[in-house]
């Protein structure tokens, strides 16, 4: 193979993101762009993550990786998600994708990454490079959402502007065991197939609050987070309830919010293994991925 691996420049995002738009998003009936859907991905300061694979001149696979950090009761990880690896049709079964993987994860290491998280329906094409699957996330479903028993008016819902966010940042460090911080560009995330995120705001101060992040496309709302004081969750769910007629959830099971949900609403649950971890570190080799469990709203 006389491929090279680098980092994309602006000229291979703007030749790239169109076929990996058809890939992942149009192609599967869904609309929003990913440089839209995924703003701390696809921007300037993240073009040193995305990293692509020439053959011959030409740019044949590539793939989006974001560093994150991972806070921990004992430890700060300094971890790398990686999404949308791509393949141009024609090249497919060449080895390409599993090449670069290998490269952009050596820098990734050389970097300082201890580990290396995404999550896939294909977890053969992974298995086969080291990776390994472990996920304690759960899915819940609700198909004919109920009239809300609570009044309305207690919540406020709207995109997400800079002074929720940092509250709802402080309500995340008193509340979450482990943590994955978010900048203001990380409220941006748009999920497939939501077409909007709205944040409902449940109390005041930090102790006596909680939030929920709602993605919503049509009549279906898609429950990402619930976290923050749980007096506040009935208010927040009959909220999620009055805005629409179906109601998915996913969290990670025997959390506050996926016990509290499971005993006061009807969604059916159902198991959600997603995630492969590569551990790059010797620490993280013993890290426990079966326990970790990195929100839906910030994957990639
Ligand atoms: C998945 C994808 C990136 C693989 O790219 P690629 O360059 O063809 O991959 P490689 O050539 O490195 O690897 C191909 C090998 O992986 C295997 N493979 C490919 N897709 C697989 C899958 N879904 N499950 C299991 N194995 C798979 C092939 O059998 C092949 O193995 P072989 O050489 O022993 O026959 C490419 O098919 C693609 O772009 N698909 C559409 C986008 C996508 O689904 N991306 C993954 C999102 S998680």
């Known amino acids: 193979m006389t491929a090279t691996v680098r980092t994309a420049t602006l000229a291979d995002l ?8 058809q890939q992942f998003v149009f192609g599967k009936g869904r609309s929003i762009s990913l440089e839209e859907r995924f703003p701390a991905v696809y921007c300037t300061e993240n073009r040193a993550n995305i990293f692509v694979l020439e053959e011959d001149g030409k740019v044949v696979s590539a793939l989006a990786s974001k560093r994150f950090e991972w806070v921990c009761p004992n430890r700060i990880w300094s971890g790398a998600m990686i999404g949308m690896v791509y393949t141009h049709p024609e090249q497919r079964r060449c080895g390409f994708a599993s090449y670069l993987l290998d490269r952009a994860i050596e820098r990734l290491y050389a970097d300082g990454v201890e580990f290396v998280v995404l999550w896939t329906d294909q977890p053969a094409f992974y298995a086969r490079l080291g990776w390994i699957a472990a996920d304690c996330g759960v899915l819940g479903v609700l198909g004919a959402v109920p009239s809300p028993s609570e009044p309305g008016g207690n919540v406020a819902r709207a995109p997400a502007h800079a002074a929720d966010i940092e509250r709802i940042e402080l309500i995340r460090r008193h509340r979450c065991v482990r943590l994955l911080p978010r900048s203001e560009k990380d409220y941006g995330q ?8 709205d944040i409902l705001l449940w109390g005041g101060g930090i102790d006596h609050a909680a939030y929920a992040i709602v993605g919503v496309v049509g009549q279906v709302g898609i429950l990402y987070e619930m976290t923050g004081n749980p007096e506040g969750f009935s208010l927040l769910w009959a909220d999620m309830c ?4 179906r109601i998915l959830a996913n969290d990670m099971k025997g959390s506050t919010a996926q016990s509290w949900l499971a005993e006061n609403t009807g969604l059916a649950w159902q198991d959600k293994p997603l995630a492969m971890w590569l551990p790059l ?9 079966s326990n970790w469990y990195i929100p839906y709203f910030d994957r990639i």
């Open 281 to 289: 570190s010797v620490h993280a080799e013993t890290a426990g991925f």
């Open 190 to 197: 748009l999920p497939p197939p939501a077409k909007t995120v």
């Open 242 to 245: 009055r805005g629409h007629g």
């Open 14 to 21: 703007e030749r790239l993101l169109p076929q990996m738009d």
